[in-house]
């Protein structure tokens, strides 16, 4: 029996034909690592399956088609599970190795940093035509981050630091219970906050990967649905001890009282929109409200109220864009907002 590799390259895929080409040849192109590529097609009955057939003549290919649909964690679960090597490293059926070193680099990082569980770099963004539009580096300095740290400033700035599974390698062995199938949106960043539970994380500002942003994608279809705001106050609700033992605050602190003022204000106001909200989220609210209180809850809703005026035309005044995001020159691409 021939030895593992040391990364298990997982390539879950639906209805992205166009795409998966692109995917495949990135990371078969990789230099300077030991590595598999396990690709599941999760039968998406579009030409994916004849484009893995090109591909089989590859040692180091492995591919998968679906009888029936398993839905979209399943069959990033399903792929863990076929993972032999000591690190795992997720590229999605439309998105791509952006650096031919991009598996050695991660690789190396975890290698040498024995307190790390993860490794992410920064991004590029990418348009349905694979052209560059923009990078993303928002945890920006490189290095180790500890990770009670990175959970804490994921949930105080509302958004997935560490980046989407394209993004990011980790250790195999403390993914042993996988993706956690009761979420749609902030799937990766629950993991990546399980994960960060038992070590760090160490970055790379380089963007070695790319990340395709296009209408297609679950990701927009679930920013129509509002379903990541609900999400993110469940994540918020599991995890609140963890953030303000990280920030250094007790639950009762006012950088946490706004926290949690912000979380259910925004809950609230979809609900409304929505008309229905899930007993987990209820529950969640609950959870949230006794930790705030109504009392403090309607002190700063009306405080919201009368600097909201303020804030907007600020807003409007001097526009800002995220933090860690930097346009290419001369890329123009102007719905790539987006929720994660």
């Not at 021939?2 to 192109?29: C, H, K, N």
């Not at 290919?61 to 795992?88: D, I, P, S, T, Y």
């Not at 909201?308 to 290419?328: E, F, Q, S, V, W």
């Amino acid at each position: 029996m021939t030895e593992p590799p040391e990364i298990s390259v997982l390539v879950p895929t639906y209805r992205y034909a166009r795409y998966l080409p692109e995917a495949i040849d990135s990371v078969l192109r990789q230099e300077g690592a030991n590595f598999e590529v396990v690709v599941a097609d999760d039968a998406s009955g579009d030409g994916s399956a004849e484009v893995m057939a090109r591909y089989s003549g590859d040692p180091r290919f492995r591919g998968h088609v679906h009888e029936k649909n398993k839905g979209m964690v399943e069959n990033w679960n399903w792929c863990l599970r076929q993972a032999r090597g000591r690190f795992v490293k997720f590229v999605f059926g439309d998105d791509r190795l952006e650096s031919p070193r991009a598996l050695a680099r991660l690789a190396e990082m975890l290698r040498e940093e024995p307190r790390a569980v993860l490794a992410a770099s920064a991004r590029l963004i990418i348009d349905e035509d694979s052209r560059g539009v923009e990078i993303w580096d928002e945890l920006g300095s490189a290095g180790f981050h500890a990770g009670r740290d990175v959970i804490a400033a994921c949930a105080v700035r509302d958004r997935n630091l560490v980046g989407e599974p394209t993004a990011v390698m980790f250790r195999r062995e403390a993914a042993a219970r996988g993706f956690d199938p009761q979420w749609r949106q902030v799937v990766d960043q629950e993991m990546w906050f399980h994960l960060l539970q038992w070590g760090g994380l160490v970055y790379d500002p380089e963007p070695l990967c790319a990340f395709r942003v296009h209408v297609s994608q679950q990701t927009a279809v679930n920013r129509d649905s509002r379903i990541g705001v609900s999400e993110s106050l469940i994540l918020l609700a599991r995890y609140l001890d963890s953030i303000a033992e990280a920030i250094g605050k007790p639950v009762d602190s006012r950088p946490i009282r706004r926290l949690l003022f912000h979380c259910l204000y925004y809950s609230h106001k979809d609900s409304h929109r929505e008309g229905t909200r899930s007993p987990a989220v209820i529950a969640a609210e609950n959870a949230l409200m006794a930790r705030l209180t109504p009392r403090k809850y309607s002190q700063y809703l009306v405080l919201h109220r009368l600097t909201k005026p303020l804030a907007n035309l600020r807003r409007k005044l001097l526009p800002t864009r995220d933090l860690g995001h930097r346009p290419l020159a001369g890329a123009t691409c102007p719905s790539l907002s987006r929720t994660e």
